[in-house]
């Protein structure tokens, strides 16, 4: 089993950054595929950005490239995800989620967190 527990959410202004963070609990997460997702009021769950499990490949969808970064460090068992020039339109739920292969649907991920809310007002 796998345990997510995501922190880091806020309030920002319109161009400023927040690092939301995701530690994870359990034996596998060195070898597990990782993922941020967000969910705006009356929005479907989109995927944001995924990695694989050493770090070294990365994709991000086309909304958050130039502005966002996945990252991980399994030494402590987290996943981040650094965000800068922040939009009113990246308001949203972000959600850490894992499986053991990576994917860009909500149901190709079988461990979520409950979530952090990122606020960003003009």
């Known amino acids: 089993q796998v345990q997510l527990v995501e922190s880091g959410g806020g309030l920002v202004q319109a161009g400023g950054s927040l690092r939301l963070s995701c530690l994870a609990s359990?034996?596998?997460?060195?070898?597990?595929?990782m993922a941020w997702f967000r969910q705006a009021p009356g929005k479907a769950r989109d995927v944001v950005a995924t990695?694989?499990?050493?770090?070294?490949?990365?994709d991000y969808a086309d909304s958050v490239k130039g502005r966002f970064t996945i990252s991980r460090d399994n030494a402590k068992r987290t996943v981040y995800l650094q965000m800068n020039g922040l939009k009113p339109e990246d308001t949203a739920v972000y959600y850490c989620?894992?499986?053991?292969?990576?994917?860009?649907?909500?149901?190709?991920?079988?461990?979520w967190g409950q979530g952090t809310q990122v606020t960003v007002s003009s």
């Open positions: 989620a894992a499986d053991r292969t990576r994917g860009l649907r909500v149901a190709d991920y079988k461990y």
């Open positions: 990695i694989n499990w050493s770090g070294s490949s990365t």
């Open positions: 359990g034996r596998t997460f060195s070898s597990s595929a």
